[in-house]
């Protein structure tokens, strides 16, 4: 193992090479081996895991999961590119607690992991997907441990046809050293309480009630992450059985109900960058730029409050010209046939509304019926003054059709004006 080259990303690399150096200069002397990776267990290197793994742009976190997901980090993560399903947990956490941040891409390439731990983390993501939409993105491989994760994401995309998605199952992998031993020389006895207490021991085949042992154990974790997926995906457990663990190709995988379609996440990253970079907004941020640039705040405040006012009164501008559109529509609408010039009128005093024009329009008809009557009354009184005067002067005569049908017509003409005023 350590005298085979080590793949670890060029960042770490030089980030522990700058450390290294650090430190030699302070000191102006060689580091021992622990000194040179005691800054590994800093609380400041601990504290940036978040950094380490994610990516906020504009509204949008891109957490990487890269390499063996493992329950808990240790000294060796960094040189075997390995992460935990802690550091994971709480790279989600931090991101859910963060209101600027509307989305959360897992971004995956990982071959799968320990069992520790990883239940638990699925779960966790499943429960949160309902604050926040979590999606896994994946960018070349996403198996076993890894796609237990995924699962309980509100979709899995793939990047490229070549991704490689599934292994759902449960491997246990047992070296047994027992002939080797015997050919050396050497016996080894295991001295035990419990007939399964040494099960797993590599100094001994595996036989017996042990082997049907592990292998309960085996499918016994196989039936929970089958079940999961199956929940997950609401696809029929018995299918993914018959998938037989194997890996499938993007298009296969989204075949098979395991991946919801392909992304570029690129061009989400470039689509989001261009909306920019969102911050939180709290009173103690807006007190402190206040204090330290006091000219810059005076100006934005004054140019906020000039826009708010010219938005308020394009707003109430708007608002006043359609109410006054309405009311002289509803004045029209109303007018009598004959009143069109009340009207105009009614509609250029803006203090007169509807439902005062429409009165208005019933109290002059009622008052255009009274003077029509009272000139009715003044032509029959004129008509019988003259016929009187007639019958007493003259021989009697006959009153004329002429006459009698105006005096028919005069009594309807009075009647009609009668009704409409009670109407109105």
Not at 119 to 131: E, M, P, Q, R, T
Not at 284 to 299: G, N, S, V
Request: proline content about 1%; hydrophobic content about 35%; glycine content about 4%.
């Amino acid at each position: 193992m350590f005298n085979k080259p080590m793949l670890v990303s060029r960042g770490f690399v030089s980030s522990l090479k700058t450390n290294v150096k650090f430190l030699s200069f302070i000191q102006d002397k060689p580091l021992t081996r622990k000194q040179s990776l005691s800054w590994l267990f800093d609380d400041d290197y601990k504290a940036k895991n978040f950094e380490r793994i994610t990516q906020v742009v504009g509204s949008n976190a891109f957490i990487s999961i890269e390499g063996l997901i493992v329950h808990k980090e240790s000294w060796w993560s960094a040189f075997f590119n390995e992460i935990s399903t802690v550091t994971i947990t709480d790279a989600i956490q931090a991101c859910i607690d963060n209101k600027s941040i509307e989305k959360i891409y897992l971004v995956i390439d990982s071959h799968g992991g320990e069992v520790d731990g990883i239940s638990n983390l699925a779960n966790f993501i499943k429960a949160n997907n309902k604050k926040k939409k979590i999606c896994a993105v994946v960018t070349a491989m996403c198996a076993s441990a890894a796609y237990w994760v995924a699962s309980a994401c509100d979709k899995i995309y793939t990047t490229e046809e070549t991704n490689q998605v599934g292994s759902i199952g449960v491997i246990f992998i047992h070296f047994s050293y027992e002939d080797s031993l015997k050919k050396e020389g050497v016996i080894v006895s295991h001295i035990q309480h419990g007939e399964l207490k040494s099960t797993g021991s590599k100094f001994k085949h595996l036989k017996g009630k042990e082997l049907l042992e592990l292998q309960k154990q085996v499918d016994s974790v196989g039936e929970i992450f089958t079940k999961f997926v199956s929940e997950s995906r609401k696809i029929d457990q018995e299918k993914i059985k018959n998938l037989e663990a194997a890996i499938f190709l993007s298009n296969e995988s989204l075949i098979n109900g395991l991946t919801d379609g392909n992304i570029n996440i690129r061009d989400l990253k470039k689509v989001q960058k261009k909306k920019g970079y969102y911050m939180e907004i709290t009173n103690e941020k807006i007190l402190a730029f206040k204090e330290d640039q006091p000219e810059m705040y005076a100006a934005l405040m004054a140019k906020g409050k000039a826009k708010t006012e010219k938005s308020v009164y394009k707003e109430a501008k708007d608002k006043g010209v359609k109410e006054e559109s309405d009311r002289q529509t509803a004045i029209r609408s109303s007018c009598p046939k004959g009143m069109e010039a009340l009207a105009d009128e009614f509609c250029k005093n803006t203090s007169i509304t509807a439902s005062e024009a429409k009165l208005k329009f019933a109290e002059k008809i009622i008052e255009n019926a009274k003077k029509a009557e009272s000139s009715l009354k003044n032509k029959n009184k004129k008509f019988k003054k003259d016929t009187n005067k007639q019958i007493a002067t003259a021989k009697p005569k006959e009153t004329s059709d002429d006459d009698k049908e105006k005096v028919v017509l005069s009594s309807k003409f009075t009647k009609k004006f009668t009704t409409l005023a009670e109407v109105f």
